[in-house]
């Protein structure tokens, strides 16, 4: 794991790359069961009303929160497919997949990762303790070497506000531009 300084540093680099990304037209889907599944939820909310600042509302999908295509795809398809479905129906290249799992072995947030990356996505994991399968399979990965859950899940929650906050200040100085603008 990094140390904790690197790991905010990576956290609002991330911000920055996404802030980018995400005015040029690319769109967040956030992943995660549990208490992950709620910070995927708060990053896109964050994103897409406010965070500090106002700003344009910014693209972001928690793959969770549409919970009649969740629960046909669990039954439908099992489960394990449940995200990677929708990865594949909303996932364009140059989106980013941002995959949280406090073990890193979640079944359905590693099929959703294979398939972001199939689909030509970057993948981004936050996760507990490495190595683990979903940091293999993230183009890069924040983990946080905690023993407990909890831990880890409230550390990912600090990580998405640095996060967050470098998505705001990259975007600062476009407060005025239209949507259409940005979308043209």
């Given at each position: 794991m990094a140390a904790e300084g690197e790991t905010l540093a990576r956290a609002e680099e991330w911000g920055a790359r996404l802030a980018t990304r995400l005015e040029d037209g690319a769109r967040l889907l956030a992943v995660g069961n549990g208490g992950s599944a709620a910070e995927a939820q708060h990053l896109t909310a964050e994103l897409v009303g406010r965070f500090e600042r106002d700003r344009l509302a910014l693209s972001a999908i928690c793959l969770h929160g549409d919970t009649?295509?969740?629960?046909?795809?669990?039954?439908?398809?099992?489960?394990?497919?449940?995200?990677?479905?929708?990865?594949?129906?909303?996932?364009?290249?140059?989106?980013?997949?941002?995959?949280?799992?406090?073990?890193?072995?979640?079944?359905?947030?590693?099929?959703?990762?294979?398939?972001?990356?199939?689909?030509?996505?970057?993948?981004?994991?936050?996760?507990?303790?490495?190595?683990?399968?979903?940091?293999?399979?993230?183009?890069?990965?924040?983990?946080?070497?905690?023993e407990r859950a909890c831990t880890v899940q409230e550390l990912h929650l600090v990580a998405i506000h640095v996060l967050c906050g470098a998505v705001d200040a990259t975007l600062a100085g476009d407060l005025r531009r239209s949507h259409a603008e940005v979308h043209a």
């Open positions: 009649s295509s969740l629960t046909a795809i669990a039954n439908d398809f099992g489960i394990e497919e449940a995200f990677a479905r929708q990865v594949v129906a909303h996932g364009r290249p140059g989106d980013v997949l941002v995959a949280l799992s406090t073990s890193g072995r979640s079944p359905n947030v590693l099929a959703a990762a294979r398939a972001a990356r199939e689909c030509g996505l970057t993948v981004w994991g936050m996760t507990g303790p490495g190595p683990n399968p979903l940091a293999d399979l993230c183009d890069e990965v924040l983990s946080i070497d905690a």
